[in-house]
Nanobody, 127 residues
């Protein structure tokens, strides 16, 4: 059993920053993948970033590369998404997800690869 709870969303001006947190319970995250996805109104859920539980491998979608950073603190069972230089197109509900097995980038970036999801946190970026 895995429970994921996101927090840290809010409203910011373009160019601002937010740090999202995903608190996990029921297990520790030393294997598999933890990821962030987002879903904007009228859009499909989109991969943002992922980190491998064993460390050393980070994946980012093109739009996040250079602006967002995914990190994890295994002692706190928490994954973070630091978002800088936010743009209006970053506006979405951001979801934390977990899967027990790491895979190739095309697998890690697929929402269907994840069995565990948080309820989401809203991020709104205004111009």
């Amino acid at each position: 059993q895995v429970q994921l709870v996101e927090s840290g969303g809010g409203s910011v001006q373009a160019g601002g920053s937010l740090r999202l947190s995903c608190a996990a319970s029921g297990r520790t995250f030393t294997t598999g993948a933890m990821a962030w996805f987002r879903q904007a109104p009228g859009k499909e859920r989109e991969f943002v970033a992922a980190v491998r539980g064993s460390g050393g491998i980070l994946y980012y979608t093109d739009s996040a590369q250079g602006r967002f950073t995914i990190t994890r603190d295994n002692a706190k069972n928490t994954v973070y998404l630091q978002m800088n230089s936010l743009k209006p197109e970053d506006t979405a509900v951001y979801y934390c997800a977990a899967t027990p097995v790491w895979g190739l980038p095309e697998v890690v970036a697929r929402s269907h690869s994840y069995a565990y999801w948080g309820r989401g946190t809203q991020v709104t970026v205004s111009s």
